[in-house]
T-cell receptor
Framework: DARVTQTPRHKVTEMGQEVTMRCQPILGHNTVFWYRQTMMQGLELLAYFRNRAPLDDSGMPKDRFSAEMPDATLATLKIQPSEPRDSAVYFC????????????FGPGTRLTVL | RKEVEQDPGPFNVPEGATVAFNCTYSNSASQSFFWYRQDCRKEPKLLMSVYSSGNEDGRFTAQLNRASQYISLLIRDSKLSDSATYLCVVNPSRSGGGNKLTFGTGTQLKVEL
């Protein structure tokens, strides 16, 4: 049963520290998404890749967040420096592309910045 | 105005009841529509796509009204296991333009004995 995997599942860090979250999309999927979920805002799209190329990162605070796909099996989301307001659940999702395509979500990384 | 709006609930219903959720979207050019389900502290999962002609999957029926820009989800004979948050999801892109989804904040359903 193919799944999106994410590490770490939980992260507690102090303000100012760098945080790196990793995602392994489902093999063969060519689109990867990073979302952030909070109680107040719900699910927000941060970044979107197709065939490893970034297509849209307009939802991402550029000064502290960066998203990359070093290869087809790994996507990373970095926050440097982290702030308490970054506390949220970060989900990675992958899909085959196309407007009717299903996005498959990973289990998420629950980030707490103290 | 939010792109996708849902009543947050919670909807508390007895087992066996029929419950309906509505969702409105602001972009009239939106092309595809979905309902996702999210259990507490879990990831969202696709429940069903919503087609112009409406579609049914067992106890679940989804409808789309393009003129009024709303989507509905009907759950019949609700089960305890249906308790979850239901996310209304819209893709504003035309076919081939990508699948950047916009999620509503969700409607919480609690099915009780």
């Amino acid at each position: 049963d193919a799944r999106v995997t994410q590490t770490p599942r939980h992260k507690v860090t102090e303000m100012g520290q760098e945080v790196t979250m990793r995602c392994q999309p489902i093999l063969g999927h060519n689109t990867v998404f990073w979302y952030r979920q909070t109680m107040m805002q719900g699910l927000e799209l941060l970044a979107y890749f197709r065939n490893r190329a970034p297509l849209d990162d307009s939802g991402m605070p550029k000064d502290r967040f960066s998203a990359e796909m070093p290869d087809a099996t790994l996507a990373t989301l970095k926050i440097q420096p982290s702030e308490p307001r970054d506390s949220a659940v970060y989900f990675c999702a992958s899909g085959l592309g196309g407007s009717l395509d299903t996005q498959y979500f990973g289990p998420g990384t629950r980030l707490t910045v103290l | 105005r939010k792109e996708v709006e849902q009543d947050p609930g919670p909807f508390n219903v007895p087992e066996g009841a029929t419950v309906a959720f509505n969702c409105t979207y602001s972009n009239s050019a939106s092309q595809s529509f979905f309902w996702y389900r999210q259990d507490c502290r879990k990831e969202p999962k696709l429940l069903m796509s919503v087609y112009s002609s409406g579609n049914e999957d067992g106890r679940f029926t989804a409808q789309l009204n393009r003129a009024s820009q709303y989507i509905s989800l009907l759950i019949r004979d609700s089960k305890l296991s249906d308790s979850a948050t239901y996310l209304c999801v819209v893709n504003p892109s035309r076919s081939g333009g990508g699948n950047k989804l916009t999620f509503g904040t969700g409607t919480q359903l609690k099915v009780e004995l």
